[in-house]
């Protein structure tokens, strides 16, 4: 047991940084990538959290685990901080680092007065006196950190993006992907991120031998294949989804749901659903597809009749 945690140390991020700077927006992107996460928690007990005996708290061995702290956490002091995470460093089963969050004083004054909340350390002063205080009291650890990101300049999304491309050890995991059907006759579908609109295309709702079947069957399949707009339709769909989801990706969109529509969600919407679904399942991606409304009954009155 003790060469394995040797070959595998548990991997500790300790996260801090002045109040404001996107302690709470770094640590949910941690959870996003997969660490556990914990916030305010005093770092005195951190030796307790890292027992490994038998009966005691044992962390799930390789989970890597980020750990969130500052100043209004119990107990916390920098020096005794850096002195008790250096003694644990020297254990060959922990692999531990320091992050440090910080950001401008005019950045951080704007935010306070954005949000409309009081710095823990301003008392009754203004919040500019709040976070010269609490600067130096936080300059031993900014000093002592592995790693500091200042976020003065950073949107949420830019500090997602910086945390991932700094901690992640691969590359931006795969969005869950859903490729969808359905019919504008019974409502649009609630969760879709991209919709496209199949109307334009030849009604086989319109043939009698083709109206009892589905997109999915063949006959279908030509008659739509047949119509002048549906090749270079579905080429320019195609790769604009090929573009546009290894970004979504990149910045950590968990789910991506594109929906294809016609009036009663049978022909044209299943057929190019199934058809996108498969060429993304050559182009590498894994697509779950549904069709919603497959086996709904044929609705002749939101049709209209045939110019």
Same mark, same amino acid.
């Given at each position: 047991?003790?060469?394995?945690?040797?070959?595998?140390?548990?991997?500790?991020?300790?996260?801090?940084?002045?109040?404001?700077?996107?302690?709470?927006?770094?640590?949910?992107?941690?959870?996003?990538?997969?660490?556990?996460?914990?916030?305010?928690?005093?770092?005195?007990?951190?030796?307790?959290?890292?027992?490994?005996?038998?009966?005691?708290?044992?962390?799930?061995?390789?989970?890597?685990?980020?750990?969130?702290?500052?100043?209004?956490?119990?107990?916390?002091?920098?020096?005794?901080?850096?002195? $008790?995470?250096?003694?644990?460093?020297?254990?060959?089963?922990?692999?531990?680092?320091?992050?440090?969050?910080?950001?401008?004083?005019?950045?951080?004054?704007?935010?306070?007065?954005?949000?409309?909340? $009081?710095?823990?350390?301003?008392?009754?002063?203004?919040?500019?006196?709040?976070?010269?205080?609490?600067?130096?009291?936080?300059?031993?650890?900014?000093?002592?950190?592995?790693?500091?990101?200042?976020?003065?300049?950073?949107?949420?999304?830019?500090?997602?993006?910086?945390?991932?491309?700094?901690?992640?050890?691969?590359?931006?995991?795969?969005?869950?992907?859903?490729?969808?059907?359905?019919?504008?006759?019974?409502?649009?579908?609630?969760?879709?991120?991209?919709?496209?609109?199949?109307?334009?295309?030849?009604?086989?709702?319109?043939?009698?031998?083709?109206?009892?079947?589905?997109?999915?069957?063949?006959?279908?399949?030509?008659?739509?294949?047949?119509?002048?707009?549906?090749?270079?339709?579905?080429?320019?769909?195609?790769?604009?989804?090929?573009?546009?989801?290894?970004?979504?990706?990149?910045?950590?969109?968990?789910?991506?749901?594109?929906?294809?529509?016609?009036?009663?969600?049978?022909?044209?919407?299943?057929?190019?659903?199934?058809?996108?679904?498969?060429?993304?399942?050559?182009?590498?991606?894994?697509?779950?597809?549904?069709?919603?409304?497959?086996?709904?009954?044929?609705?002749?009155?939101?049709?209209?009749?045939?110019?």
């Amino acid at each position: 047991m003790v060469a394995e945690s040797q070959e595998s140390p548990q991997r500790i991020l300790l996260v801090t940084g002045v109040l404001g700077a996107g302690k709470t927006t770094a640590l949910r992107t941690f959870e996003d990538m997969g660490w556990e996460a914990i916030d305010n928690f005093p770092i005195r007990l951190l030796d307790r959290l890292l027992e490994t005996e038998p009966g005691s708290a044992r962390l799930e061995a390789g989970a890597p685990l980020a750990i969130g702290f500052d100043t209004r956490t119990r107990g916390f002091d920098p020096l005794t901080t850096i002195e $008790r995470v250096n003694k644990l460093a020297g254990r060959p089963d922990l692999a531990i680092s320091t992050l440090f969050l910080d950001c401008g004083g005019a950045e951080l004054e704007r935010r306070f007065n954005e949000t409309r909340r $009081r710095h823990p350390m301003s008392a009754d002063k203004p919040a500019v006196a709040g976070i010269s205080a609490e600067r130096e009291l936080l300059d031993p650890l900014r000093r002592w950190a592995d790693v500091v990101i200042s976020t003065t300049h950073f949107t949420t999304n830019d500090l997602q993006q910086a945390i991932r491309a700094q901690f992640g050890d691969e590359a931006p995991g795969r969005a869950t992907l859903t490729v969808s059907s359905f019919g504008f006759s019974r409502g649009m579908p609630p969760l879709a991120d991209l919709v496209f609109d199949m109307r334009f295309l030849a009604n086989p709702h319109w043939v009698d031998e083709l109206r009892p079947l589905t997109g999915r069957d063949a006959p279908v399949g030509e008659y739509i294949r047949q119509d002048p707009a549906f090749e270079e339709a579905f080429v320019r769909i195609r790769d604009l989804l090929l573009l546009v989801l290894p970004r979504f990706e990149a910045q950590g969109k968990a789910y991506v749901n594109v929906a294809f529509g016609c009036t009663g969600g049978k022909h044209r919407s299943v057929y190019m659903a199934e058809q996108i679904a498969s060429a993304l399942r050559g182009a590498g991606f894994s697509p779950t597809l549904l069709h919603r409304n497959l086996a709904s009954r044929t609705a002749d009155h939101v049709e209209g009749a045939q110019v």
